[in-house]
């Protein structure tokens, strides 16, 4: 990771938070899912393929967690 562009525009990531909330996350989800994509991440990975990879973690937590929610609530 070492070769990321750090330069991006933060205005994408505020976005991709703001949209992970608005689907239902909390912050602490939000952050436990950037920081376990920052984990994973391959050494080489751009910016761009961090923020798809990232998107995509988003989306597995909100789909997760709403297929939780609504087990608990069919119970």
Known sequence: ???MDFDYPV??????????RDFGLS???VWSTVN????W?????????????LTAALARCIISKERRIR???AT
């Open 41 to 53: 991440a391959d050494d080489e990975v751009s910016m761009p393929e961090y923020l798809d990879q």
């Open 11 to 20: 205005v994408t990531l505020k976005k991709i938070f703001e949209s992970a």
């Open 71 to 73: 087990s608990e609530d």
């Open 1 to 3: 990771m070492a070769e």
């Open 36 to 39: 376990d994509a920052l984990y």
């Open 27 to 29: 912050d602490d989800e």
